[in-house]
Antibody, heavy 117, light 112 residues
């Protein structure tokens, strides 16, 4: 059974930093593209970043470029999202997802990031 | 960026009746392999999204056959042949053809 478990969400002040983790199991992590998607309170889904298998290709939505960094550790079957210079508009539930066939096959339960003073 | 537009945004349905959601993209989602990089998701209340349909018309594992996806290019449709109470939630289409990956606004299905 595929499992994705996010952690690291917290209340942080504007300008602060946070590192989210996603632990994966039940599939061949090293050959999978991995994604972060967020959902602001009461809003729709917004893709944030992806990392290709091998970590050679990464891509970000414009609103987080230069502030967020996606990375992976295939030895630990984990993907990370390093978030710096956080803003109020980054407040959201952050999901990690496994990609295949141009779709998000599996999703985690999400972790809540709140940016507020 | 590819813009995804769903309609309707709200969909009240009587149990047992069919339902249909439209999704239009601002450019063709046909990829180099001849497939449409369009997927559908359902987010039930309080839950994470779940994949229903991928590559335009393929049902994901475990998805009931009352759900079907159709369309090509820029126009796509998700159909539920006979709505059940457990189908309530918000439905999203998503294009995975190119970054930035984009979602539709969501269609909230409710039971009458």
């Amino acid at each position: 059974e595929v499992q994705l478990v996010e952690s690291g969400g917290d209340l942080v002040q504007p300008g602060g930093s946070l590192r989210l983790s996603c632990a994966a199991s039940g599939f061949t992590f090293s050959s999978s593209w991995m994604y972060w998607v967020r959902q602001a309170p009461g809003k729709g889904l917004e893709w944030v970043a992806y990392i290709r298998h091998g970590g050679t290709e990464k891509y970000y939505v414009d609103s987080v470029k230069g502030r967020f960094t996606i990375s992976r550790d295939d030895a630990k079957n984990s993907v990370y999202l390093e978030m710096n210079s956080l803003r109020a508009e980054d407040t959201a539930v952050y999901f990690c997802a496994r990609g295949q066939d141009s779709a998000f096959y599996n999703w985690g339960q999400g972790t809540l990031v709140t940016v507020s003073s | 960026d590819i813009v995804m537009t769903q309609s309707p945004l709200s969909l009240p349905v009587t149990p047992g009746e069919p339902a249909s959601i439209s999704c239009r993209s601002s450019q063709s989602l046909l990829n180099s392999n001849g497939y449409n990089s369009l997927s559908w998701y359902l987010q039930k209340p309080g839950q994470s999204p779940q994949l229903l349909i991928y590559l335009g018309s393929n049902r994901a594992s475990g998805v009931p056959d009352r759900f079907s996806g159709s369309g090509s290019g820029t126009d796509f449709t998700l159909k539920i042949s006979s709505v059940e109470a457990e189908d309530v939630g918000v439905y999203y289409c998503m294009q995975g053809l190119q970054a930035p990956i984009t979602f539709g606004q969501g269609t909230r299905l409710e039971i009458k």
